[in-house]
């Protein structure tokens, strides 16, 4: 497995960023489909969670909110995938490669180390992209939740996730020594954006203390402007504050990733 993903990144001298990047990407599924269980969580986790979620939000009182059943279960579904099918997924398969040598013998070939980085990310991205898709229907023929009124806020969220959460992955898995102990180190951002982000309780029902701090997280904005893409019912200083704390948050990501991602195993 290991050569494969060498011979496949390093390429000749002719080819292109993209190219490289899509080549290690296809290697990199072919890898993603060997194991099993971080498949398995990838694919159906996200997808069945919703249908969990469902019963608990029928009880809660939504009066006074402007929420609907359909308006919290869509974002939840799509914040469900970005954790589990893209997060939690690719902390295992950055501390899988990093443990296996693969990331040390890329960075000897021509890929850069953002090429290398981006081909590991791009299955598990586009898996959590496809499941967003998939999700985005089964809710409006479902619950009946219409076409999102403002497109570009659900644009403007999924794209920063989908940067954002690869980094997070990136810089978790650096601080575990083994594969399993970065599935563990993947549990409290994973549980602490459940609980706080608005995917299992809006931020509307929370008291407002405990709101204005859950806003910080960083699944929130991303929940939020997707929510309120969704509704079209999003202030110009909520959207404006959505966006600059997903921004800032991509800029940390990033630049902890460059500053501290570890390319070698843990002794």
């Known amino acids: 497995m290991t050569g494969t993903a060498v011979t496949t990144g390093t390429g000749t001298a002719g080819t292109t960023t993209v190219g490289r990047t899509v080549a290690l990407a296809r290697a990199e599924l072919t890898l993603l489909g ?6 398995a969580a990838a694919l159906f986790v996200p997808l069945t969670l919703p249908f969990t979620l469902r019963s608990t939000v029928d009880q809660m009182d939504l009066k006074g909110t402007g929420l609907t059943v359909g308006a919290i279960l869509l974002p939840s579904s799509i914040g469900f995938s970005l954790l589990f099918a893209v997060y939690g997924s690719l902390v295992t398969v950055y501390a899988a490669r990093r443990e296996e040598l693969v990331l040390k013998r890329l960075r000897t070939g021509e890929l850069r180390d953002t090429e290398i980085l981006a081909g590991a990310a791009l299955p598990s991205v586009a898996i959590g992209l496809a499941q967003c898709l998939i999700l985005a229907v089964a809710c409006r023929l479902t619950l009946g939740v219409g076409a999102p009124g403002a497109p570009h806020l659900v644009v403007l969220g999924l794209l920063s996730a989908l940067v954002t959460w690869p980094a997070l992955a990136a810089l978790t898995a650096g601080f575990s020594r083994s594969i399993e102990g970065a599935q ?4 409290p951002l994973t549980l602490v954006s459940l609980v706080g982000s608005g995917t299992f309780v809006p931020l ?4 407002d203390g405990m709101a204005s701090f859950c806003e910080l997280l960083p699944l929130t904005p991303v929940i939020t402007l997707i929510r309120g893409g ?6 110009a200083h909520d959207t404006v504050g959505a966006v600059v704390t997903a921004v800032a948050w991509t800029v940390i990501a990033v630049f902890a990733v460059r500053r501290w991602f570890r390319w070698e195993p843990r002794r």
Request: charged share 15%; aromatic share 4%.
């Open 204 to 207: 509307e029902m929370l008291p």
């Open 230 to 235: 969704w509704t079209g019912h999003l202030s």
């Open 34 to 39: 060997r194991t099993k269980a971080t498949l």
């Open 184 to 187: 563990v180190a993947a549990v």
